[in-house]
């Protein structure tokens, strides 16, 4: 973690959270597989001389309390969670809290009354382009893996129309989504620029399933979304698992 911040610039701050790709301890069989930044509950900021600062606590979290997250925001999530741990207390052997009912409802309540805060995605495979068709106006294709096409999927409907924008990047190219009266594409450098109505938000977010296709939004001939097999290696270079 410090290495990304000094290489990156990117500061951690409360609410953030990342995945680790694997277990919090290796070789574990425990389910916390991401991290999230809270709060410190026994050390509060300080003023001092050279600025204001706070302490971060890191807490492990199951991928679906990191979900959780991506749908709402972190520090509501995690002021959620505090209810069941006690000063942010990493257990290895907890099981996720969104098996507990009340704390999804509240959860799911809190998402569809703010929607997300979460601006944008980094996905490992992402690419687009315009193609030509016979005797038709060329059309633009986007390409995402099928491994995170559900995320940005998820995401939309909680973006869109609470009238925020959803950067989806990954490598050199990036895709914003942004709402609008209907759809439109339109590019700018490297970032595909796609306006969605209200009911393209909903039909896309149904289309983003972790299945291989290519796949079209009714009365959207300028874009067509493909969904790539998606392949999960060890350290080996073995591939350990095939999505879609």
């Known amino acids: 973690m410090a290495r990304y911040v000094f290489r990156t610039g990117n500061a951690f701050a409360v609410g953030h959270s990342m995945?680790?790709?694997g277990p919090i301890v290796l070789e574990s069989d425990t389910l916390l597989r991401s991290i999230a930044f809270a709060p410190d509950p026994e050390l509060p900021p300080?003023?001092?001389p050279n600025g204001r600062f706070e302490f971060l606590q890191v807490v492990g979290i199951t991928e679906d309390e990191e979900k959780a997250i991506t749908r709402w925001t972190g520090s509501d999530?995690?002021?959620v969670f505090g209810?069941?741990?006690p000063l942010y207390v990493t257990d290895l052997d907890r099981p996720s809290l969104m098996g507990d009912p009340?704390?999804?409802r509240r959860i799911d309540e809190g998402s569809a009354r703010n929607g997300s805060h979460t601006g944008a995605v980094f996905v490992e495979k992402l690419g687009w382009e315009k193609r030509k068709r016979l005797f038709r106006k060329g059309g633009h294709v986007v390409s995402v893996g099928a491994r995170q096409a559900p995320e940005v999927g998820l995401l939309l409907p909680l973006r869109l129309p609470f009238g925020r924008q959803l950067l989806v990047a990954g490598g050199e190219q990036r895709v914003l989504f942004q709402p609008g009266?209907?759809?439109?594409?339109?590019?700018d450098g490297e970032t595909l620029e796609v306006t969605l109505s209200p009911e393209s938000v909903a039909m896309l977010s149904d289309l983003l399933v972790p299945r291989a296709g290519s796949y079209r939004i009714p009365?959207?001939?300028d874009l067509t979304i493909e969904v790539l097999v998606t392949e999960i290696k060890d350290q080996d270079g073995k591939v350990i698992e095939r999505i879609g």
């Open 19 to 21: 995945g680790l790709n």
């Open 46 to 48: 300080v003023d001092s």
């Open 77 to 79: 999530v995690l002021a």
């Open 83 to 85: 209810d069941r741990l």
């Open 102 to 104: 009340e704390i999804a």
């Open 181 to 187: 009266d209907r759809g439109a594409v339109a590019e």
């Open 219 to 221: 009365g959207f001939d």
